[in-house]
């Protein structure tokens, strides 16, 4: 892109936006001018994150809502909550996210569901919340943060990578669905990122994806002209570590 989308005033929700891509991405719409929601289940990250916000210039343009997406009232809340504080609603960024890694024959149920219910259901709930709210600004933007595993399956990433793949298709879907309401749908699927989602060890991690570079693709398709819509944004270490 040329130059940095400027999002004065436009509301924006951020789910998971209290650490690794969330809150990078958090950041990125605040610097141009948005007006930002950060939700999470974690009082505590939530509290640190919002502090790092306002103080980096966010003020009184952030707004921090503690919750579960995969809880339905949770999701219904929080748009209450954005409405309330900020009169709309223009951009939604689903980026909440589980990653539980086992074997088929390891998992519990309890991981599986844990898995869809954020990764798949929460992205609903928060989806079909938003959409009214969405249309009564004339339009808007909703993207999801999804995963290359949705479309590269890994061994012991199986739930995980399924319901990644199952947002892929919930996102083509809603993309039909809405885009005559000006409402412009994508999904953003990163490769590795060097966060400390899953548990995974970042020590000789040099190589994989920041956080910033995710925000970054996110902020840059908000810029794309209004008869424009890059539906999927694959992005990858450049350069990965050689096995």
Known sequence: MTSAPQLDGRVAIVTGGSRGIGFATAAALLGRGARVVIHGRSAEHLTAATARLQGGQGGDRVLAVQGDVAQEADAERLLTETVAKFGGL??????AGVGRFSNVADMSTEAWRSIFDTNLTGVFFTTRAAIPHLKRRGGGWIINVSSLAGSNPFAGAAAYCASKAGLNAFTEALLAEVRYDNIRV?????GSVQTNFGGHEQAGADWKLQADDVAEVITDLLAHPARSLPSRVELRPSRPKQR
């Open 90 to 95: 223009d951009i939604l960024i689903n980026n």
């Open 186 to 190: 994508s999904t953003v699927a990163p």
